[in-house]
């Protein structure tokens, strides 16, 4: 790309900048501002976002939509195999925790030997099944001149690392289940409501 092409591109954006706060200051117009009055807003959350779709301003995701098998991400402390694996894995520090690549990578430990394991927890769903969960052990071996071997092991200590953590995340699941009905009372189906109308 040559030196005027760039300096094209920047000139441009230079002028894109400066030119919004001139839309943005207009009475009328799609840019105006528009401040909201405090005493027309809801103060609860539901009730913003209800009138929010009211006027247009918001969206919702169809039932099928949301219940769909793609792109459905949770935050992660609402994702109970995120917090279940956290919870077991705190014995060791982690190097790598990322949600949205749905990895945990804890540090090399060891118990006073040369030898040394790192765990690795892969999670391909969000839902609390025995495949949406990949853990993988690695083993770095030291030798007395610093001279290190790694290698990912198969042993027992993984499978019982996913067990507990499969089970943690039942039992947190559970949990949440209970206190959402006692905060929100129980789950309402359309049949319900149609035999008490």
Request: hydrophobic share 30%; charged share 30%; proline share 4%.
């Given at each position: 790309m040559s030196i005027n092409k760039i300096t094209s591109i920047f000139?441009?954006?230079?002028?894109?900048?400066?030119?919004?706060?001139?839309?943005?200051?207009?009475?009328?117009?799609?840019?105006?501002?528009?401040?909201?009055?405090?005493q027309e807003v809801p103060v609860s959350a539901k009730e913003?976002?209800?009138?929010?779709?009211?006027?247009?301003?918001?969206?919702?995701?169809?039932?099928?939509?949301?219940?769909?098998?793609?792109?459905?991400?949770?935050f992660a402390s609402s994702n109970p195999m995120w917090r279940a694996s956290l919870d077991i894995l705190d014995f060791t520090p982690l190097t790598?925790?990322?949600y949205s690549?749905?990895?945990i990578i804890t540090d090399w430990f060891s118990e006073g030997t040369e030898r040394s394991v790192k765990i690795s927890v892969r999670f391909?769903?969000?839902?609390?099944?025995?495949?949406?969960?990949e853990v993988s052990l690695f083993e770095k071996t030291c030798d007395v001149s610093?001279?290190?071997?790694?290698?990912?092991?198969?042993s027992g200590l993984g499978n019982e690392i996913k067990l507990e953590i499969l089970k943690k995340a039942a039992l947190i699941a559970q949990e949440d289940t209970i206190?959402?009905?006692?905060?929100?009372?129980?789950?309402?189906?359309?049949?319900?409501s149609a035999k008490n109308n």
């Open positions: 000139k441009i954006l230079i002028l894109i900048i400066l030119f919004i706060p001139v839309l943005t200051s207009c009475k009328s117009g799609p840019f105006r501002f528009d401040p909201a009055n405090p913003r976002a209800r009138k929010n779709i009211e006027e247009g301003k918001g969206f919702r995701l169809s039932n099928a939509m949301r219940g769909g098998s793609g792109g459905n991400f949770e790598n925790v990322d690549g749905g990895v391909l769903t969000n839902e609390i099944r025995a495949d949406g969960l610093n001279i290190c071997k790694t290698q990912k092991i198969k206190r959402y009905k006692e905060e929100f009372g129980e789950y309402k189906n359309s049949e319900t």
